[in-house]
Every structure is written in C-alpha cells, then in structure tokens.
C-alpha cells in the first residue's frame, strides 16, 4: 500500500498523555479529543507534546472548547516556543463525521494537519495506533469529499527518555503494578543479566546449527564473527596494568570521598561543642 | 492498590512526617525527561510544578506541567498568573488540580542550595505534604533513571520559621547536616491501560543497541565530580575560617572586658582608699561591642552538599569497580 505524505514520528510521553486524559474522561463521554504539538519537517512530522481540549459530543452535532484550546496552546508556547500545533488526535477505533468537522477546525491552525486515533477500548485487542492526513477527493466541480489517508507511524525517543521507559515496562511484571527504583549494583547487575540472556539466545541457535537442526545462516555467521572479534585482544600484561590503574583510580576516588565526609562530621562536632 | 515496596533509600531514620511514601505515574516520569531534554541542555535548572493527592500516608503524583524558564527580559511575565490558569485549564479536564510539590533538575548533584530552601520552605509551610523531587539526567542517561524526593525535616522547619541562623540557635535545635532533607522512597505505578500501552510499544520498537549501564569509561564523570567537589570544599574551608576569626575576636572581646573591669575594679579600690567617691559603673555592652556572629546556614548548607557529592562518587566508583571486574572475567577466558 503507497503511502504519500509524511512519517510520523511519535513520542512515548504523548501516548502516555492520551491514555490517561482517556482515562479521566466526564461521565458520558465516549471519546477524547485533544490538539498535538511538535515540529515538523520535509518529510517528517515529530509529536512531542500534546494536551486534552473539553468537547462535547451527540448524534447531531459537536462542540469544541476553541477558546481552552488555543488558551492552552499559549501557555505550553511559553515553555517550548519551538512546539507548533501539528495536527489532533482522538481515541476511538473509527473516524466519525464529526472527525471531518474537527479536521476542518485544526486545518486552520496548522497547514495539512495529522489526524492520530489510538484505540482505547482495544477492540481488536491491541491498542491501534493510526495517523492520517486528509486529502481531497471527489469529482472537480461537484461535491468533494475528504479522505483520510493513512501515514507510517514510528516511535522515536531520546536516550534518556528510553531508559526511562524500560523502567516503566518493569511495572508490567508486578502484580501490583508498582516499581521501586533500584541502586548501586542492582543496576549494573540487571544490565549484566539481561546481556547474558542475549548471550544464551545466541548460544542456543548455535548449538541448533551445529547439530544441524537449524539451516546456518551466512550473514548470522559474519554478525557471530564481528561479535567475537569485538572482544579487544590485549596481552594479559597490558590488561592487567589497564585494570589495575582504573581499580587503583576508583579506590581513591572512593577513599577521598570517605575522608571528605569524615572530615565534615568532625567539623559539625566541633562547632557545636 | 500499590502495595509497599521498599527501595534503597540512603541512611534515612524511619519518617515521622506526614508522606511515607510517594508513588509516581510512569506519565509524571516520562514529562520530567522529555521536559530536560528539550529545554535544559545548558546545564541551566528546568523547574515544574507536581499535581496530585494525598491517600492515607501516600503521596500520589498524578500529573506534572514545567514552568518556562526565566529570562532577563521577560519581566512581566507573571508565574503566579501561569500557574493559575494552568492549574485552571486542566481542572476542566479532570486532571488532579492539587499542587503537591515541585520537581527540578540538577547537575551532577549540586542542589542543595539556598535557593532550594527557600523554596521548598514556602511550599511545606503552605502544603504541608509537599516534596521537592530532583531529577539528575546525567545519573539517568549513564543508564538508570535516578529520581529522588526530598522534604525538610521538622526540626528544620522550625529553625527557618524563627529565622535564627546564628550559631547558639542551632546549637539549640541540634540540628546536624545530616538533618536536613528526608528522603521519601518513590514507587512508581502504572495503570492497566499504560500497562497495554507499554506492551505495544515494545512490540514495535527496535531493540535498543545502546547499553549505557555496561560502559566502562569514567574518567570524564569522575573528573567532573571532583572538580564540583573541590569548589564546596574551598567554599568551606573559607566559611571555617570565618568562624575561626569571629571566635578569635570574641574571646579577645572577652578578655579585654576582663582587663577593663579589673582595672576599674582596683580604680576603685584606690579612689575608696583616698577618700574620693568611686567612678560610676560605665555600660560595658556599650564599649565593647560584641562582634557579628557569621550565619550558620551556609555552612550547614555547603556540608549538606559535599556530603551529597561524596554519596553519588561512591555509588558511582561502586559500579565502575563492578564492572571492571566483570571487564576482567571476560578477558580471562579468552586470554
């Protein structure tokens, strides 16, 4: 299937946002809508932030807070001035007409708008993440009609933003939902076991190859090769020289600390002697 | 709903206050991140306002908005007035509108500073429950999120309400540097929604191909730390030395106010041995001036800090030391 027109690329924290004014919706309300923020580019559109705007909705007709919505845009223009409205977005699987009026709205604010669904009532059992733009369609001199065609949607994210976000994915385990934050060792020995799952995984395939179960791949052998070459070869001199003056860094780094803080808690003792 | 989890938290005596605990939507965290990333990369602070309630002993944090920063030429731009019609604006879509705190981002650790009092102050004298939450985005990108919430312990809030920072006030108060902010353990929780969210996410996101956690390379950071290191501690080697000198003066101060009485004293004595009347008692408070006692809150301050920096070298050095062995095992088998 072509797809003409921008990639979106969204951020985590703007579903996460979405999710839960979905989550606070007014009694009645089937469905949220709200504005998007973000920057856009050639070929490109990036959704960094967005926010919920109040609406009301019934069989015949809709209504939109215009006014809390460009309030709102003001204030978050005062935060990131580089933020531009990019589009909207609404939960719910399909587009409605009501979607076109909205659309209509939002084309003013900000040429050629996306138009983003994320599906909350998860009624294909995934939640379903779709972006769009509109088009013109029709015959030229009679009724035109709008389309809404379908973009490539990516997730992007900063590093930090990626760290932060394999820490929520751990509340997924608990029973309770929650997550405390670790420390110290903890960490490093989580990163450490999660390499070593890698490596298990690999070990695997190539025990399946080499007992020939598996079909040896060509391009998973050259990838093996780089991986074990990335291991530098130093002779074992030059190693433990390496190792023994990093070792002997990090204890005195770790001794001043201890001598600094001693030192301090002496210094409170006698001032208030 | 969230059940107790205990996390490391450093050395802190069990909480008397008010919030033993304070549990954080994963959309709080993702907020503060996105937040530094885009507007704080000149090592300047960025500052946001915490929206939440309070169940039982909990503090719950539901939502967060940042606060733009401050420039010079901005001058009417009013903060009370953004807050309020932030705080306004998202009570029409239902968004807890209770302000429970404030959040904001350090470099390498150095937040404890008079600023930060202040501020937090004001908020637990209004809130009492509030909590100040320090997000460290170099701690976090080297491969974990480091995320903590401190408060002002009791006692400190009583000295900054009576403003007696000199050296007999907090010599009453007993009051060490080690007193000053409580650490609350943080909990974060996700809702089931955010949960299949997540889900999806990863379903169709790249494995990452970055593991900062296993880097190895720490002389930069370390560098870094000392150096931040190395400035509190001539800061207080200054402070010291001048509470050195404003003893000195007073003990000298005390001694001269001997040698003066004595000598009016023996005056005396001689006038009464020749018959004259003895001179009336001058107002010794009045000549000898008592020297200006140095404010005690800077250097409390300063202690806070170095002890701050010291924590974050070692757990810093700890890990390293982890790794480099780990470096090691690995060499081992193939040398």
């Known amino acids: ?273 | 709903m969230a059940s107790r989890k205990e996390s490391a938290a450093s050395g802190s005596s069990p909480l008397d206050s008010p919030v033993k605990q304070i549990q954080i939507d994963g959309l709080v965290v993702l907020k503060i991140i996105k937040h530094y990333q885009e507007e704080g990369q000149g090592s300047e602070v960025v500052q946001g306002v915490l929206l939440g309630l309070v169940v039982e002993d909990r503090l719950e944090i539901t939502n967060c908005f940042p606060f733009p920063q401050h420039t010079e030429d901005d001058v009417e731009f009013d903060e009370v007035q953004y807050q309020m019609e932030m705080m306004r604006s998202l009570r029409h879509v239902n968004i807890d509108h209770l302000h429970v705190g404030w959040y904001q981002s350090t470099y390498y650790g150095s937040f404890v500073s008079r600023a930060l009092l202040d501020s937090q102050f004001s908020y637990q004298h209004a809130i009492e429950e509030s909590v100040v939450l320090i997000y460290d985005p170099i701690k976090t990108a080297q491969g974990s999120l480091c995320l903590k919430a401190y408060r002002l312990t009791p006692k400190l809030m009583e000295i900054c309400k009576e403003k007696d920072f000199s050296p007999e006030g907090l010599k009453k108060a007993c009051i060490g540097y080690e007193h000053m902010f409580e650490e609350v353990p943080i909990v974060i929780k996700n809702s089931h929604l955010i949960n299949v969210l997540l889900l999806d996410l990863q379903e169709k996101s790249t494995v990452a191909d970055k593991h900062e956690l296993l880097n190895l390379s720490s002389s930069n950071h370390l560098e870094k730390s000392l150096q931040l290191l190395m400035d509190r501690m001539d800061d207080m080697s200054q402070d010291i030395g001048k509470y050195n000198t404003y003893c000195r003066n007073l003990s000298k101060q005390q001694q001269q106010k001997q040698q003066y009485l004595q000598r009016r004293q023996q005056e005396n004595a001689q006038r009464q041995s020749r018959g004259e009347p003895p001179l009336p008692e001058e107002d010794i408070s009045k000549m000898f001036k008592p020297p200006q006692a140095p404010a005690r809150m800077d250097t409390l301050l300063i202690a806070g800090q170095i002890n701050n920096y010291c924590q974050n070298i070692k757990e810093f050095t700890s890990q390293n030391l982890g790794k480099l062995f780990m470096a090691e095992a690995l060499q081992g088998h193939n040398s």
Request: hydrophobic share 40%; glycine share 6%.
């Open chain 1, 1 to 273: 299937m072509a797809v003409h027109g921008p990639v979106v690329k969204i951020h985590p924290v703007v579903l996460a946002s979405i999710v839960d004014s979905y989550e606070r919706r007014n009694e009645g309300a089937s469905r949220v809508i709200g504005t998007l923020l973000g920057t856009t580019d050639k070929h490109s559109v990036e959704v960094t932030n967005c926010f919920s705007v109040p609406h009301n909705e019934s069989e015949d007709e809709v209504a939109v807070d215009m006014e809390f919505a460009k309030n709102m845009y003001e204030l978050h223009k005062k935060v990131s001035p580089s933020e531009v409205i990019v589009g909207w977005y609404a939960t719910g699987y399909d587009i409605t007409e009501h979607s076109v009026l909205i659309h209509e709205y939002y084309s003013r604010e900000a040429p050629n708008p996306i138009h983003l669904t994320v599906d909350t009532a998860l009624q294909s059992n995934k939640m379903n993440i779709r972006a769009y733009v509109s088009s013109q369609m029709g015959v030229p001199g009679k009724t035109v009609g709008v389309m809404f065609t379908p973009l490539t949607v990516k997730y992007i994210y900063y590093d930090t933003e990626r760290i932060g976000v394999e820490l929520l994915q751990r509340t997924r385990e608990s029973p309770s939902r929650t997550n405390g934050l670790t420390t110290d060792l903890a960490q490093v020995a989580g990163a450490a076991g999660r390499v070593q799952e890698m490596l298990s995984t690999v070990l695997t395939y190539i025990e399946d190859v080499l007992s020939g179960k598996l079909v040896a791949d060509n391009s998973v052998g050259r990838y093996l090769m780089d991986l074990v070459n990335k291991v530098p070869k130093i002779t074992a001199e030059d190693f433990e020289s390496m190792l023994n003056s990093n070792i002997n860094d990090l204890l005195m780094v770790t001794y001043l600390a201890n001598l600094a803080q001693a030192q301090i808690a002496l210094n409170e003792k006698l001032v208030v002697l």
